[in-house]
């Protein structure tokens, strides 16, 4: 069963540290032999993109 998400590719959020960002897109890695959905954040000011894992949101 696949769950819903809080937010979507094309998303606004705003990390605490970074800004205002945007979500990218949401992809599974796995670390640490475990499978991670994540959130692909890009933030334009700072040139940066970061992975959240949906679960931590």
Known sequence: MAKDLAY???DYIV?????VGRI???EKQ???GIDLEM???????EKL?????TDKV
């Open 8 to 10: 979507a590719a094309g």
């Open 15 to 19: 990390y605490p540290s970074h800004g």
């Open 24 to 26: 990218i897109g949401i």
């Open 30 to 32: 796995l670390i640490a």
């Open 39 to 45: 959130y692909v954040v890009s933030f334009e000011n």
């Open 49 to 53: 993109i970061l992975r959240v894992p």
